[in-house]
């Protein structure tokens, strides 16, 4: 079985300030994990992903996520946060194990709000 | 290129009544997903095509839903005798492989948002 939890329903940073969102992941073999973000009225649009690798991953926008194997955490950061980074983000997990789930399993979105 | 096209955006209908929604993947995406989002509740997987395979309907909540992929393309999504529980953003996802080895992201469309009054 796979899992994620975004234990935040909501961020608030000031602009120009340094944001976290943070994320938490169960899977029985390697994770492959992802984050999207989603705009209002739109559907969901890929920023990242972690296979294998540097833990540090880069995306689109300046966002940047750390994948932490120990703590099973994948946490997106940006060092200096736009208001125009208002939006819905969602992480998502796949187990890449030989058993494991083609079909990604998504947290219940953080709601992140940066203040002018 | 195009990407996912969802129809319709906005559907509004009465308890009981049939709805269908339409995915048109992107050309050459043999993966293909259905989730609902409901207000607070993340996204719910409800059903996963992959080529020629047999759909994994596993996420389906009930027997009043049910999903067909003509030609390994355009996918509809059937909900019989709707319920005001079944109102949500439905968002349909395609990838261009489902397979182990497929470590890609989903490419989502705007989603089909339903109201069952």
């Known amino acids: 079985a796979q899992s994620v939890a975004q234990p935040e329903d909501q961020v608030n940073v000031a602009e120009g300030n340094p944001l976290t969102v943070k994320c938490t992941y169960s899977v029985s073999g390697n994770p492959y994990l992802f984050w999207y973000v989603q705009y209002p009225n739109r559907g969901l649009q890929f920023l990242l992903k972690y296979i294998t690798g540097d833990n540090l991953v880069k995306g689109s926008y300046g966002f940047e996520a750390e994948f932490n194997k120990s703590q099973t955490s994948f946490h997106l950061k940006k060092p200096s946060a736009l208001v125009s980074d208002s939006a819905l983000y969602f992480c998502?997990?796949?187990?890449?194990?030989?058993?494991?789930?083609?079909?990604?399993?998504f947290g219940r979105g953080t709601s992140l709000i940066v203040h002018p | 290129g195009a990407g996912v096209s969802q129809s319709p955006s906005n559907k509004v209908t009465e308890k009981g009544k049939d709805v269908e929604l339409r995915c048109d993947p992107i050309s050459g995406h043999t993966a293909l997903y259905w989730y609902r989002q409901s207000l607070g509740q993340g996204l719910e997987f409800l059903i996963y095509?992959?080529?020629?395979?047999?759909?994994?309907k596993s996420g389906l909540p009930s027997d009043r839903f049910s999903a067909e992929r003509t030609g390994g393309s355009v996918s509809t999504l059937t909900i019989q005798r709707t319920q005001q529980e079944d109102s949500a953003v439905y968002l349909c996802?395609?990838?261009?492989?489902?397979?182990?080895?497929?470590?890609?992201?989903?490419?989502f469309g705007e989603g089909s948002r339903l109201t069952v009054l």
């Open positions: 998502a997990v796949r187990d890449e194990s030989s058993g494991g789930s083609y079909i990604p399993t």
């Open positions: 095509f992959q080529g020629n395979s047999a759909p994994d």
């Open positions: 996802a395609s990838s261009p492989r489902g397979s182990q080895t497929n470590t890609g992201e989903l490419f």
